[in-house]
């Protein structure tokens, strides 16, 4: 019996990522202010299906949308941290950088009691100081990177990365990463934001998206006897009718399939179980 995890995770952005690009009109809060809508389309779904998630919510949406983060909470999903503003932390330096993991936490801890495990950097753009200050606050694992697909890894520190010589790859360390992909975000595939142009929906058809992301689960059935896939959704862009329909779809295919859903913090415990040593992609 193959041991084939999905992670749902809900980044829970709101108005903070557009407020962090300035763009904090009327019409473009309204944006964000859907969020909750459908936040609560997804909480009704999970609970219906029983079903656990992870969501990363920065302390904006925290502080601004009290009852709303308290349902997600209440639900028993995993809040992990995700800034407390939506900057890019390669924007802030390490010391900004620092400052927005500590407020984030303190923010999340307000809500649950507790320290979040798991982090994942707005935009996904890390810095090249993220390893070690996730580990120096005490994080088990980071989603923002790429470098597998179905089998997490230890993320490295202090690679050289240098345009005329090879690379100088840096140690790995205890920090997990739970891969991620643009191909498996609802974002790119139906609403993107450009710094000009303000928003662009794109006209995508919700039911091709979907079928690559089923694809994607069978081909991880097809090759692999252990693996995990994690999908990445926000309220305000999956929350919408026609999206919601396919999210429902998704949920019940996978489960078909033979899908377990997990947290990704409950799934970096299945990772350590089955790699003790971890997984490196040094010197491959
Ligand atoms: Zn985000």
């Not at 790429?146 to 005329?164: E, F, H, K």
């Amino acid at each position: 019996m193959a041991d084939l995890f999905v992670c749902l995770s809900f980044d829970h952005d709101n108005v903070a990522a557009g407020v962090a690009r300035d763009m904090v009109s009327p019409t473009a809060i309204s944006r964000g202010d859907f969020g909750i809508t459908g936040a609560r389309r997804i909480l009704a779904l999970l609970a219906e299906r029983r079903i656990p998630s992870t969501w990363f919510i920065p302390g904006h949406t925290i502080e601004s949308y009290p009852s709303c983060v308290q349902a997600v909470h209440a639900g028993g999903h995993e809040i992990g941290n995700h800034g407390w503003t939506h900057r890019s932390p390669a924007t802030l330096g390490p010391a900004g950088e620092a400052e927005e993991l500590t407020s984030g936490s303190i923010a999340i801890e307000a809500l649950t009691g507790r320290k979040p495990r798991g982090y994942r950097a707005p935009g996904w753009e890390l810095s090249a100081h993220s390893v070690d200050l996730l580990l120096d606050a005490g994080f088990l694992y980071d989603s923002s990177m790429m470098g597998q697909d179905y089998i997490p890894y230890q993320a490295r520190t202090g690679d050289r990365v240098m345009l005329l010589d090879p690379m100088e790859f840096g140690p790995d360390t205890e920090l997990v990463e739970m891969p991620v992909h643009w191909s498996l975000d609802d974002t790119p595939h139906f609403e993107s934001v450009g710094p000009a142009a303000g928003i662009q929906p794109v006209p995508m058809n919700a039911r091709m998206v979907v079928e690559n992301w089923i694809d994607e689960f069978r081909y991880m059935k097809k090759h692999y006897d252990w693996g995990v896939l994690t999908y990445t959704f926000h309220p305000h862009v999956i929350g919408r009718g026609h999206r919601m329909l396919v999210l429902e779809h998704l949920l019940a295919v996978l489960r078909r399939e033979g899908a377990t859903f997990l947290t990704l913090e409950d799934a970096v415990t299945e990772y350590r179980r089955k790699f003790p040593d971890g997984v490196s992609l040094r010197g491959r």
